[in-house]
């Protein structure tokens, strides 16, 4: 495995370089510390926690960590979509607003 694939696999490509220029290998994922991560100049709390997680998968031989939602959506370039149709029904009782302001929800439902 290549640290750089990995990267990408996380959706966090823009610290290759950095990883690259500061000789991390994928042997010296697993012995990686919070600490270790800020003098990267990894500062974003999200990525720190997203590393960390997948370098402890990588030491228990789990399956890797899935990509974000948001990674990928990023990513969904590279597929290709279908659409499907849709039908919706919509239904408004009289009043039914002024009592869903009233009754919790769960409540709001068996009524």
């Known amino acids: ?7 990408r696999a996380l959706g966090l490509e823009r610290y ?14 697993p012995s990686l510390t919070p600490e270790d991560l800020k003098d990267l100049g ?17 030491g228990s031989g789990a399956a890797p960590v899935p990509m974000s939602p948001a990674v990928q959506r990023d990513r ?16 408004d009782l009289v009043g039914s607003t002024a009592l869903s302001a009233r009754l919790d929800p769960e409540d709001m439902r068996g009524h």
Do not use: K, P, Y
């Open 16 to 29: 290759e370089a950095t990883f690259r220029e500061n000789g991390v290998s994928v042997d010296l994922l």
């Open 76 to 91: 969904s370039s590279e597929s290709t979509a279908e659409r499907r149709q849709l039908t919706l029904m919509f239904c």
């Open 42 to 58: 990894i500062t974003a709390v999200g990525h720190r926690r997203r590393l960390l997680e997948a370098i402890a998968v990588l």
């Open 1 to 7: 495995m290549d640290v750089g694939d990995w990267l």
